[in-house]
């Protein structure tokens, strides 16, 4: 379970780091200020009630092989939580919720809800989710980039550099937005040893919070076990991901 667990949980703290410092949606002028442009982009996402879609994890191989893709659903309540639901193969499901002082990891193979407290969580979730206002000023140093993502031209900003901490490192972040709707769709997370690109699908912001939709699948009476969060980030003695 660790291993895909970890590139989601690199995914969502690296998305946390500039997911809070978000503004109103502005139109793609070359005028536009990139730090405005950024925040435009985020902002409805952070003030929705919730935000709801499918995401793709792409994670490259650092031996140049084909990359490891990951899909799931993702659910967002800003001030209260979030829940990441993988999909195939080896799914597991991640709740960390404000409200119930709870950080869940559920893995259908193992038969196993492991359970932390809230404080227990990434850091930078714990902000995204208690105060996504809390870093409205954050100079994110955007640059205008331009990357191909699967063959198409994508028009998008580079950010600073950023160490995102519990064991995670540095990296850089890219994003862009979706040009229908002008939220947020491509996230690449980028660093020395390895690259993951996230891609949100469908992106809907509610007009109401679910809290249910913070609800583990598991079946009722499932067994529990504590869990250590830096166990999924841990490194193996070769210095591979885990």
Known sequence: MRAPLRVALVALVAFSTIAASAARPAASRRDVDPEEAVHAMLRPMASAPEATARVSIERSDPFGGLPD???????????????????????????????????????????????APFTRSPLQIRRLISDPERILAKDL??????????????????????????????????????????????????????SVLVELRGLTLLKAARPRDLSLSAPKGTPEEPLNPRELLERDNRGESR
Do not use: C, N
Request: charged letters at 30%.
């Open 69 to 115: 893709i990951e899909r799931g659903r993702l659910w967002f309540l800003p001030g209260r939580g979030l829940r990441y639901k993988s999909e195939g193969k080896g799914a597991h499901e991640m709740v960390i919720d404000r409200e119930r002082d709870a950080f869940l990891v559920y893995s259908p193979a193992e038969r196993l809800v492991y359970r």
């Open 141 to 194: 140093r955007s640059i205008p980039e331009q990357r191909a993502i699967r063959g198409t031209a994508r028009s998008g900003y580079r950010l600073r550099p950023a160490s995102l901490g519990d064991s995670l490192g540095e990296v850089s972040t890219w994003i862009a937005a979706d040009p229908s709707s002008g939220l947020p769709r491509w996230i690449s997370i980028y660093s020395e040893a390895e």
